[in-house]
């Protein structure tokens, strides 16, 4: 989690997206549902493959990427559900917020 805050926290968006597919293939394996953990993988690939030209095109992206991966995993491993469950929610409303502000930014 560690390596992907920091990715995310400077905006190395290369180097980004190797640490959260790993971050999020291995949260996810926690579940013990392999079908899970697989759809849960293909579906984050699509996700970066469609937000990574965008992604690109914003430019600068330092501290613009969630960064809250080592905040989750402490919350899990205090089993802080609620806490988890609000960090899960902010990263949401965080990739929503961020895709809404580059089609802004694209349109605008």
Same mark, same amino acid.
């Given at each position: 989690g560690e390596e992907a805050a920091r990715a995310a926290g400077a905006g190395d968006l290369n180097v980004l997206i190797g640490y959260d597919?790993?971050?999020?293939?291995? &949260?996810?394996?926690?579940? $013990?549902?392999p079908y899970l953990s697989d759809f849960f993988h293909r579906l984050r690939v699509q996700s970066w493959m469609c937000a990574v030209?965008?992604?690109?095109?914003a430019g600068d992206l330092r501290g613009r990427l969630w960064s809250g991966h080592c905040d989750l995993v402490e919350a &899990?491993?205090?089993?802080? $559900?609620?806490?988890?469950?609000?960090?899960i929610a902010e990263y949401n409303a965080d990739s929503l917020g961020l895709i809404e502000r580059l089609a802004g930014e694209r349109s605008g």
């Open positions: 597919l790993r971050f999020w293939r291995e &949260l996810s394996a926690l579940v $013990g549902n030209p965008h992604l690109r095109r &899990l491993a205090h089993r802080d $559900g609620r806490a988890a469950h609000a960090i």
